[in-house]
């Protein structure tokens, strides 16, 4: 079984930054990708960034330029640099990885960590 710890959310006020961890940890696992999502109150689960195994990134619009992805993987984990944050960044944050166990590849999530943006 594989598991992902989040770490890393609080409060800060506009223009603040925050940098969120995930580490997986289990046995005998292979991460193809991670990625963080995001969910607001009263909205749908978005993505905000992913990384596949080789490098590859991907961002929503609405945090271009502002948030970074990257990941250690003598670590197993994934890191969001989140700059110049804005009160609509406030969400509670999920950490997602696809994960090979064995044979069998599927998508595991973390428990989430609260991001709060004052203005």
């Known amino acids: 079984q594989v598991q992902l710890v989040e770490s890393g959310g609080g409060l800060v006020q506009a223009g603040g930054s925050l940098r969120l961890s995930c580490a997986a940890s289990?046995?005998?696992?292979?991460?193809?990708?991670m990625g963080w999502y995001r969910q607001a109150p009263g909205k749908q689960r978005e993505l905000v960034a992913t990384i596949t195994s080789g490098g590859n990134t991907n961002y929503a619009d609405s945090v271009k330029g502002r948030f970074t992805i990257s990941t250690d993987n003598a670590k197993n984990t994934v890191y969001l640099q989140m700059n110049s944050l804005k009160p609509e960044d406030t969400a509670v944050y999920y950490c997602?990885?696809?994960?090979?166990?064995?044979?069998?590849?599927?998508?595991?999530w973390g428990q989430g960590t609260q991001v709060a943006v004052s203005s």
């Open positions: 997602n990885a696809y994960i090979t166990v064995w044979m069998s590849s599927r998508d595991y």
């Open positions: 289990g046995r005998s696992f292979t991460i193809n990708a």
